[in-house]
């Protein structure tokens, strides 16, 4: 019989567990530890996606993983209202859990819940307890970390989900709703219509800071609810609270450098900077890196490290070379619209074609829709956009 390889997750959140279960399905003798400092694998979250940020061969994969999809969905700005047919699908934990149990029972998968990880490198864990722990390999799935050669703005949000005792009467999500009052910076809110009667209602700001008034939003919330979607008679099932990385800028030699030192272990997910540079979300990408995992693995077996690794490194270069003019469209937006109008970015964004917006979201935009994006009266004062174009000088002036 063969040999029997393992690999060590440091992490069981989205792109740990993404990894875990495609690593497992595609290589039978594969040994997969997940250790979770919570008590919970896949926390309590929702993941939205467009369908077409995952490319074809990735969707037999992933079709188990989603709970709702919707065939469109609604941009609402005070000029522009948009129904766009892209469809949109949400996964959650518990729908996320039931994909990856079978492996855990038929131990595949094992699990350490409730034991943080306090030290690591590519063969080893050092758990607070104090044990360690060996392995073929070990994968970085921790979550976001800050960097100091990444330059943020920040995503923040408060999120209700409702029950309520009538039909809400929305059909498809809307996705971004600004013609609400913004508040010194990009505001919107988003709606997810679960079941006729279950409702996500979440208030978005794209900020300068990472402080969250969680208290002030829960009042927002109940006032776009009632005043906006008409409803009074409601109960809260869930809330939810995030504040997610909106990359400005990478210092390029962070970015492109592509030393091996053998020693480090590979990152995933948000620790390793796989999110969309202008919405902080991971999903697509978790999929992408879980996938190329698993097939480095399985075409290198049973001597898989040192390439993976290889390969790894490479894989977030160039994730941060794709994301250039991601990175630029967010410096306009924070750094040189000023903020009451900063709406008016997206809703001429909105605007666009429909195949360039889905090509925004998959980050895969050509030269033309770039050109496309930047054209036209821009909603920006042009010595601001000036200002603020070249990745380095505002690297060099943030530094400073
Ligand atoms: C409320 C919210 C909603 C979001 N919605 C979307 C969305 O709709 N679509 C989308 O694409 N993205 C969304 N995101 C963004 C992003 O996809 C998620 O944050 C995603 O969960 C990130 O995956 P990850 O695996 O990198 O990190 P996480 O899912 O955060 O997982 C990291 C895990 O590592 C564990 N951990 C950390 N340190 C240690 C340690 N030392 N030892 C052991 N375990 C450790 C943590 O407890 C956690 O479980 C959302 C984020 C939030 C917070």
Partial sequence: MEKEQTVLIIGGGLSGLLTAWRCVVQNKNLNVTIIEQSSKLGGDHTWSFNRSDICPEHQVWIEPLIAYEWPQYQVRFPKRNRVLDIPYCTTNSPTLMRCIEPYISAGRINTRLNISVS???ANHVILTDGQTLEADCVLDARGFGANQNVFLAYQKFVGHTIQTKTPHGLQVPIIMDATVEQFGGYRFIYCLPFSETEILVEDTYYADDDELKAIDIDNRIKAYIANNLKISDYSLQRRETGVLPITLAVDKDYGTDTTDDG????????RAGYYHAVTGYSFPEAVRSAVLVADLIKQNWPDFQKPLRHEMIFHKRDHFFEEK?????????????KAEVRYKVLERFYGLRKGLIERFYQNRLTKLDKIRILSGKPPVPVTKALYNFDEKAFIKRERN
């Avoid at 020693?263 to 948000?270: F, T």
Wanted: hydrophobic share 60%; proline share 0%; net charge neutral.
């Fill in 119 to 121: 030290e690591f490198d």
């Fill in 325 to 337: 003019f991601l990175r630029l469209l967010n410096r306009m937006l924070f750094r040189a619209a």
């Fill in 263 to 270: 020693l480090s272990a590979v990152e995933l997910g948000l």
